[in-house]
């Protein structure tokens, strides 16, 4: 087996094998990566990885959102309102390699993703 091989295995168990809330912070974890990584390539002058990086970016706010229960509680629509402009900005972002879009979006992205580790965190000590 090859070494990319046992990675996506290992990535695959780890997902199969987390809860919804690690997930979610897993989700969270790659979204602001990927943020990370576009802006650097677009500095750099990399296109191509910028879009990679961008559409993958993309690909996760949409997971997120198609995932999302607005209804379930009282702030979902403004999270779902949330998810759309990020969607928004990050095509604006690759199609102008625009990097003040991407730092806004991980200047939103960066602390929902620390709130959710902190949530899943304070999940999983009530749990035990």
Request: proline share 2%; aromatic share 4%; net charge neutral.
């Amino acid at each position: 087996m090859s070494t990319a091989s046992l990675r996506a295995r290992y990535l695959g168990d780890a997902v199969a094998t987390s809860s919804p809330q690690q997930v979610l912070v897993m989700l969270y974890d790659r979204l602001a990566l990927d943020l990370e990584r576009a802006q650097k390539a677009v500095a750099a002058g990399d296109r191509q990885t910028a879009n990679t990086e961008l559409q993958h970016a993309q690909a996760i706010v949409l997971e997120l959102l198609s995932s999302l229960q607005v209804d379930a509680w009282e702030g979902g629509p403004r999270l779902a309102a949330l998810y759309n402009w990020l969607i928004s900005e990050l095509v604006q972002a690759n199609v102008k390699l625009d990097t003040n879009r991407i730092s806004a979006c991980r200047q939103v992205v960066e602390p929902l993703r620390d709130a959710w580790r902190q949530a899943a965190a304070t999940l999983a000590g009530t749990a035990s």
